[in-house]
């Protein structure tokens, strides 16, 4: 958002010092650049959205987000939260259609340092990825991404402290059961969201 900011600063900029010189065809040929120079931003900014993700390889999680590729250990992670997704940047809700009813995919983040669990009982509307990663936990060294079934055996084996938002455990029990089976996990209870 930032460099779509400057981006539009730079256009109006320019049309007014053109304007003020009075140079109709310097505003015309500099409007055609700026037109090819916003499509390329654009299409970087829409290469970015597709290539964020991560895989899993030797033990590792190697995680791409905003053109950087970092590499952790997974033995590192001591805990997970697993909320309702809300991807702040993108102001994007990922829903599925599941018993019934649309509902939130569930958004795991994985901790590489001891948090404050003591945060996430407060009372809220909605546990969701935005208060997660960019308010409670904001300074904390973290990994977060949509779940995919190339993480259960990763959290089947997992021996950390694991909180889940109430609404997701409600809206994927089966799988929850599934993954953590007779293991200790906390419920943190929310209000839900609005689908």
Known sequence: MRGLAIYC???????????????????VSILVLLEYVG?????????????????????????YHNFKRRKKDLSE?????????????RNLRVNIYKNGKFVHCPW???????IDAGLLVKDRKELNTLK???????????????????????????????????TVYLNFEEEMKKLFGAKVIYIISDMGGEN
């Open 9 to 27: 600063g730079l256009i109006l900029g320019i049309i007014v010092i053109l304007k003020l010189t009075g140079d109709r065809y310097g505003i």
């Open 108 to 114: 795991i983040t994985l901790f590489f340092e001891e």
């Open 39 to 63: 499509i390329a931003f654009l299409l970087v900014y829409g290469i970015g959205f597709f290539i964020d993700g991560y895989y899993i390889q030797d033990e590792k999680i190697v995680y």
């Open 77 to 89: 992670v001591k805990s997970v939260i697993i909320s309702n997704i809300y991807l702040y940047r």
């Open 132 to 166: 997660v990663e960019h308010q409670l936990y904001k300074n904390c060294s973290k990994y977060g991404f949509i779940y995919k079934n190339n993480m259960d055996k990763f959290l089947m084996n997992f021996t950390g402290e694991v909180y889940i938002a109430k």
